[in-house]
């Protein structure tokens, strides 16, 4: 068996490198670039009008307010549960590995990639909106799975490699959501709760020891509380997902922001320092950091891009599946909610933390290197610990502790989702049944994850979750016409104001009928 695991890692490593390293990520930026260049930077030439649209809307009830139909949610609630999926671990110790790994640099790369990936996740939202229908329970269905089949498999010649792609996606979407959509982010969980909360009473009842790591009873009773607390909500459908993103989404980024600002401006002298380390550590081609040797100058980059496309997943296909949930009409208008998301994702959440790390003064931003005892999974705590504390009570890791649990709770919920959708379009008629049986699966595959102790299961996951970008990406570039025409059909009548321009919303006759209708009785975007 030993062997065989060792054969099984073996053979993951060199898919996985591959995937996110030697190909993956450099074809994510290609696609983010090429996107960005053809809508002619969308995301900085109409800034204003995609903040008053996503954020600057959120007073417009049309926009918060619950929707009553069973078909879809609220676009606020829409983007909440992609950003549950996406707001996670990466977030906190993603970026902390990063900075370790590749140096202050990598934080530059990391707003780059998702610079580029606005423009990729609003590519997809907008296909996933115009290639979406509804299933048998009357709900909305989308994502790379459509896009590909109808899209790209609406080319001529190309229906066959449309519906191979799908499928494939579709595989991937699940096996990633078992991964790190679930065993992954219980793992993490369990560890920083039992870790930072102890109780020696049930950490000290060892159950079994395996490769060297003790699961004790404390790690069984959280996990069960975990599974009884997803399997209440993911039971509950799509409504009950949304309507528990959108309460703890929005109360945790805000409290981790502010967290994160006060230490920040707690040691307001040294974000020159920290700002100067990120861009002079960019562009080297060999940093002095984290010991003799330095770092590569592909290693910043590769670090910063992966990291943050770890933690926005934009290319990956997956957030699409529940932005295709959304009451909106306008295909354009989800894909600014796409564009935000990254936006809230990378560039606001990543960099609290990255400033934090870099201001807090744990680490060294000469060398790179840290105090005895701290590493990359605890050098966010060790960095809220220098303000919230009192005399030798520490109180900033739990904090981090409790923001990491709720984080990855989320994030199992919004993946159950995604693997939900790639599993009913997977299971074609008998959809109702077979998606039914993966949510109880889905919810039991919790435990695996609360007495995981090797990391086999995480990588494998890691690599499907790559694997799932590379026909998504394919099906992006290939309807990259279907996307400047349907942004410039948007921006013809909804900034420049042209009544006279039809309104292009659905790939199906019916729906676009429907749609138009409703656009031109009530305006509704």
């Known amino acids: 068996m030993e062997s065989f695991l060792d054969n099984l890692t073996e053979v993951n490593d060199v898919v996985n490198t591959f995937v996110w390293t030697k190909f993956g990520v450099w074809l994510l930026i290609a696609v983010g670039i090429i996107l960005t260049v053809i809508t002619g930077f969308f995301q900085v030439t109409h800034i204003g009008h995609w903040f008053k649209k996503t954020i600057g809307s959120l007073f417009d009830g049309k926009v918060k307010a619950h929707t009553g139909e ?40 990391m707003w780059m990639a998702a610079f580029f990936g606005m423009m990729t996740n609003y590519s997809e939202n907008i296909l996933g909106i115009y290639f979406r229908r509804k299933n048998m329970q009357g709900e909305w269905s989308g994502g790379a799975m459509y896009y590909l089949q109808d899209g790209l498999g609406g080319y001529k010649g190309m229906k066959h490699v449309g519906k191979a792609l799908a499928i494939i996606f579709a595989i991937c979407a699940v096996l990633a959501s078992f991964g790190i959509g679930n065993m992954g982010q219980v793992n993490k ?41 997803v399997g209440v909500v993911v039971i509950g459908g799509l409504q009950r997902i949304a309507s528990v993103a959108e309460k703890i989404i929005p109360t945790m980024v805000i409290l981790y922001v502010i967290g994160s ?61 529940v ?47 840290l105090p005895e005892g701290v590493s990359d999974s605890t050098l966010v705590a060790e960095s809220f610990n220098t303000v919230f504390s009192v ?87 290939a309807l990259a016409p279907l996307v400047i025409k349907l942004t410039r059909n948007y921006v013809q009548r909804r900034i420049k104001g042209k009544t006279d321009v039809k309104p292009i919303l659905s790939h199906f006759p019916e729906i676009q009928e429907e749609n138009a209708k409703k656009i031109a009785e009530t305006g509704e975007e």
Request: proline share 1%; glycine share 12%.
């Open 323 to 369: 932005h295709s949930n959304s009451n909106v009409v306008e295909p354009v208008k989800q894909g600014l909610w796409g564009i935000f998301e990254v936006f809230a994702d990378t560039i606001v959440v990543c960099t609290m933390t990255a400033l934090t790390v870099l201001t807090s003064g744990v680490i060294d931003l000469d060398t790179g290197l």
């Open 189 to 229: 969980i369990v560890l920083n709760f039992t870790n930072s909360f102890k109780v020696n009473a049930l950490s000290d009842v060892v159950l079994y020891t395996s490769g060297g790591t003790d699961v004790t009873l404390y790690m069984l009773i959280v996990g069960l509380v975990i599974m009884l607390l």
């Open 391 to 477: 005399g030798d009570f520490h109180f900033g890791k739990y904090f981090i502790a409790l923001a990491i649990l709720l984080f990855a709770f989320t994030t199992v919920l919004g993946w159950s989702h995604y693997g939900t959708k790639a599993v009913e379009y997977l299971s074609g008629k008998a959809a109702p049944v077979v998606t039914k049986i993966y949510k109880v699966i889905f919810v039991l595959a919790i435990m695996g994850g609360a007495l995981l102790t090797s990391s086999i299961a995480w990588d494998i996951s890691d690599t499907f979750n790559g694997m799932m970008m590379i026909p998504n990406l394919i099906g992006v570039l």
């Open 261 to 321: 600002l006060v230490i920040i401006f707690g040691n307001i002298t040294r974000i020159g320092d920290a700002f100067g380390a990120i861009f002079s550590m960019a562009f080297t081609k060999e940093a002095a950091w984290g010991g003799a040797t330095g770092v590569a100058f592909k290693t910043i980059i590769t670090q910063g891009c992966k990291r943050g496309v770890f933690s926005n997943e934009a290319g990956l296909g997956s957030s699409v599946m």
């Open 70 to 109: 069973k078909a879809s949610i609220s676009q606020f609630q829409a983007l909440c549960t992609a950003l549950a999926a996406t707001v996670g671990v990466g977030n906190i110790a993603g970026v902390s590995a990063a900075i370790v790994t590749g140096g202050p640099g990598a934080v530059f790369w």
